[in-house]
């Protein structure tokens, strides 16, 4: 569809960015925080940990100043629950509130919205050595943890994100850091963790309804267009299939409190249905989201399944496509170019995706992730020319326009990342950030914070509400 003439965005449009905990805290076990699984899991060769990484714990204010000379609306940061509950559930670390409530209050002092991220991937270890998602006792953890997190930042935090990627965790939990815990069988013990936590996600969405009527709350799935690798009905079959177990099956419980048919009947064929307690189906049915949030890097293209190994096109990550066979065989795309760690680039799947998550769920979107990760390099005069990430960045927000003319409810956007920090698995020289954070993959250098081009456009873009790109 080709417009005369775009909508504009809404005046309140929540311009920011985003960031989550252990992946731009640093500061891993200062002031009674505890271990999560990150913190225990097996490093990656070859790049950093979070032990430091851009140690915004210590330089918040700054981190934050430079987010308001942005001119940033909103900003999306998560709360480590190690730092509240160290071992996930017993004590409360009144530290750990200090620390938020510190944070929170610098984003409203420059007037910036605080989008809180309850969990991003960062389990307490505590929880884990009981069993994770795998035990019940970590539903009940979550909604403790939930409840505390209500009590003390509900009367100024009036956006909530439940759990991030809950998706991604589940699809490509080794490439992330978070894992199942059964051997004997993994993928069924991978859908008993999924379903502990939808039900805990639900259970927070009803608790922060009880105890907040004015704020409002919604997962953070990431969500990708999916394509056909031809127009042959078998290929968009399988497209239909990859995007029910990979998007769908997310969003049908979160909003309509019930699994995807089709995610279903692959949960089925497989064995790997859970295991539901009595009143699941209800908790599901009465949790209810007041927007989605979604983060969104690429597209994806699978075809008809051959029924074996060739299915997997290659192993991947978390935003590459890797085939299931007798489900769908990963493909490419070859009409779309990839960033330099082979992400395809799909600004136009991402209008596509806007409006179909828009037409199937009808609540309004926030974007809560979309950038460019690439070896920024820093240059004499503490200058960082980022050219490509302005481009993409650009080109993403153009098709949020178009969305938005296209009648789709998109309240906020806000890129991943804020300022630098360590990537889930490809170390602190994968940068994201509108600020560059002075160190190397293994020297930490000074850690200042270099504006870098893309930060003055940004700023520039969110002073004229996007008019100007
Ligand atoms: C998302 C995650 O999957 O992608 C972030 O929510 C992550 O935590 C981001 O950092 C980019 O991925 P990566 O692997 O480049 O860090």
């Known amino acids: 569809m080709q417009y005369s003439k775009l909508k504009p965005f809404p005046e309140d ?28 899991a097996n490093h990656v060769e070859g790049v950093t940990d979070f032990k430091v990484t851009s140690d915004h714990y210590h330089h918040y204010k700054q ?71 795998s035990n019940r006792k970590t539903v009940d953890a979550f909604e403790q943890y939930a409840e505390t997190l209500f009590t003390h930042f509900g009367d100024r935090v009036k956006y909530w994100l439940t759990i991030n990627e809950q998706n991604m965790m589940i699809l490509h939990g080794s490439s ?90 692959y949960l089925e064929e497989r064995g790997y249905t859970p295991i539901m307690e009595g009143d699941d189906m209800d908790i599901l049915q009465q949790g209810k989201p007041d927007f989605i949030a979604f983060n969104y890097y690429t597209s994806q293209t699978v075809g008809e399944s051959t029924g074996g190994e060739a299915d997997y096109s290659h192993t991947g990550d978390q935003h590459e496509t890797i085939g299931e066979p007798g489900a769908y065989r990963g493909s490419v795309n070859g009409n779309l170019r ?65 969305a938005i003319t296209d009648g789709v409810e998109v309240f906020g956007f806000s890129p991943w990342s804020a300022i630098d920090l360590v990537s889930t698995h490809q170390g602190a020289s994968k940068r994201y950030g509108f600020v560059y954070v002075n160190r190397d993959e293994f020297d930490i250098k000074d850690l200042r914070r270099i504006r870098k081009k893309s930060f003055y456009w940004y700023q520039k873009l969110i002073e004229t509400n996007g008019k100007e790109m």
């Open 13 to 40: 449009f929540l311009w920011g960015g985003s960031t989550s905990a252990y992946q731009i805290e640093g500061a891993w076990n200062n002031d009674g925080k505890g271990p999560s699984v990150i913190d225990m």
């Open 176 to 265: 992330i850091g978070t894992s199942s815990q059964d051997e004997e069988n993994p993928q069924k013990d991978l859908y008993q963790q999924n379903h502990h936590m939808l039900v805990a996600q639900a259970k927070a969405m009803i608790l922060c309804h009880r105890m907040l009527p004015d704020a409002r709350i919604g997962p953070a799935p990431n969500i990708a267009t999916i394509y056909p690798a031809s127009s042959k009905p078998e290929d968009i079959l399988a497209a239909d299939t990859y995007a029910a177990i990979r998007n769908w099956l997310y969003l049908d419980v979160a909003v309509h409190g019930h699994y995807n048919a089709t995610a279903w009947a």
């Open 338 to 402: 990839k960033t330099e760690f082979g992400w395809e680039i799909d600004p136009v799947g991402f209008r596509t995706i806007l409006r179909e998550i828009y037409s199937r769920y009808r609540l309004p979107l926030i974007v809560t992730e979309n950038g460019l990760g690439a070896y920024d390099k820093l240059e004499e005069g503490d200058i960082v020319n980022d050219p490509y990430r302005i481009d993409f960045l650009r080109q993403h927000i153009e098709q949020i326009q178009l």
């Open 63 to 133: 981190d934050i100043a430079l987010l308001a000379e942005m001119g940033f609306k909103a900003y999306r940061f998560s709360v480590a629950w190690t730092r509240i509950y160290p071992d996930g559930f017993s004590e409360i670390n009144e530290k750990g509130i200090e620390f938020y409530n510190k944070l929170i209050d610098e984003l409203l002092f420059y007037n910036i919205e605080p989008i809180l991220t309850m969990y991003h991937f960062d389990l307490p270890y505590g929880l884990e050595k009981e069993g994770g998602w």
